[in-house]
């Protein structure tokens, strides 16, 4: 049995590519995301926000009856690179048996929002496939990452500038004996880390079960056992910070709030926007003003069971006992913010009134990631946001 495997995929046409795929809608505005639709009638943004089941069914099934998707008549492994102006990956799109997500073979960090799952689940039943891979990464593995590099002389099938600002490339592997030699050197590795999808993985699993109950005649060998999957060397993942935004000050004024951060936190004001460099330091952002944070004692070791994640640290130490934040999963008080909208996306927040108060905090690092996955541990909720990420829509998955 491989471990990770070629598949057919379900692409669309070369020229329809970019107006087809996309990306996460946290990229983009409200206004961008109807302009698009409306622009790009192929786009599976067109899909994903159809009225009703019925209507999205539809209109998958005319892009596959217009050709615009068409599947390939080979298995393949996909080459995926994505690049921004400071920073490039390349990885594999494959399937592996969701029997492997076991803590063991694929791990997770990451605890799951049950009603997003659902909804997860609902899409993928409705539509028969899986349109967008789950993100993962594999430790590194040279012999892996230079038969990868050797594929980049080729000409890519897609090359594009998405709608998140990324330049996505992709090439098709059906190379019998180099489709081998990638299943034997992923069979060497086997583990694999759940970067981004794990509502999505939760919701794979869950439709397997209910399409397994369906089938009288199951095996474990019908597609809907397997799932999609990109994978990327862990070295060249990058996860950027994800920051905190309160909507009010729990009935402090701003003078009083500061007073009570003091007494735990060293509170220094600052000249201009204030990124942390380094963990346990955080910024803030507050009428105007950017402090940075640093705890006046070091906190207990292992407070938190395995390590003392610099998010854990921010709501134990003042998100909980100053402003009364609860469990940020049901708690609408507090937002979050991801890292590429940078600090002025913070500042912009607060200047509007949509929140009184911002926290800029330190990266998590990939180690973090890997030490939760392994102890079988899970992250808090909001804990990283990798990017860039695979675009949906540029391979498929399914389950027919």
């Known amino acids: 049995m491989y471990f990770i495997n070629p598949f057919k995929g379900l692409r669309p046409t070369k020229e329809n590519a970019s107006s087809v795929a996309i990306s996460s809608t946290d990229h983009l505005s409200k206004e961008i995301v109807i302009d698009h639709k409306k622009n790009n009638p192929w786009s599976y943004l067109n ?17 596959k ?7 390939d008549n080979n298995n393949s492994f996909y080459i995926y690179k994505i690049s921004t102006e400071d920073h490039a990956q390349v990885g594999i799109v494959g399937t592996a048996k969701l029997s492997a997500y076991d803590n063991l073979h694929i791990r997770g960090h990451e605890e799951i929002f049950f009603e997003r799952s659902q909804k997860r689940m609902k899409q993928m039943n409705n539509l028969n496939a899986q349109i967008g891979p ?16 050797k594929e980049l002389i080729n000409p890519p099938v897609y090359s594009f500038d998405g709608m998140d600002r990324s330049k996505h490339e992709m090439w098709v592997l059906d190379n019998e004996k180099k489709v081998s030699k990638i299943r ?56 950027l910070d994800y920051n905190r935004l309160v909507k009010d000050l729990y009935g402090y004024s701003p003078k009083d709030f500061i007073k009570e ?5 060293k509170v220094e004001k600052q000249n201009s926007s204030y990124k ?93 990631v890997i030490s939760f996955a392994d102890k079988k541990l899970n992250m808090p909720p909001k804990s990283t946001w990798f990017d860039p990420k695979p675009l949906d829509g540029l391979v498929a998955y399914d389950f027919e």
């Open 276 to 368: 942390p460099k380094k963990s346990q330091i955080f910024g803030m952002y507050l009428e105007k003003q950017w402090y940075s944070l640093e705890l006046k004692e070091k906190p207990h070791q292992n407070l938190f069971h395995i390590i003392n994640l610099d998010i854990n640290l921010l709501h134990y130490y003042l998100l909980e006992p100053i402003l009364g934040i609860g469990d940020p999963r049901q708690d609408n008080r507090i937002d979050f913010l991801a890292g590429f909208h940078g600090l002025e996306g913070i500042e912009a927040k607060v200047d509007s009134g949509e929140a009184k108060v911002g926290f800029a905090l330190f990266a998590t690092q990939m180690e973090n």
């Open 134 to 149: 789950i993100y993962a990464v594999y430790p590194d593995n040279k012999l892996l990452n230079d038969l990868v590099e």
């Open 184 to 239: 034997d050197l992923f069979n060497s590795i086997n583990r694999i880390y759940i970067a981004d999808g794990h509502h999505r993985m939760d919701a794979l699993l869950k439709l397997s079960k209910f399409k397994q109950h369906q089938n009288p005649n199951h095996t474990g060998d019908e597609a809907y056992n397997f799932f999609m999957i990109a994978i990327f060397p862990t070295s060249q993942a990058r996860i």
């Open 47 to 63: 899909v994903f926000s159809a009225e009703n089941n019925s209507k999205s069914k539809e209109q998958f099934e005319l892009m």
């Open 65 to 71: 009856t217009k050709s615009i998707l068409t599947k």
């Open 261 to 265: 951060i003091k007494k735990k936190f």
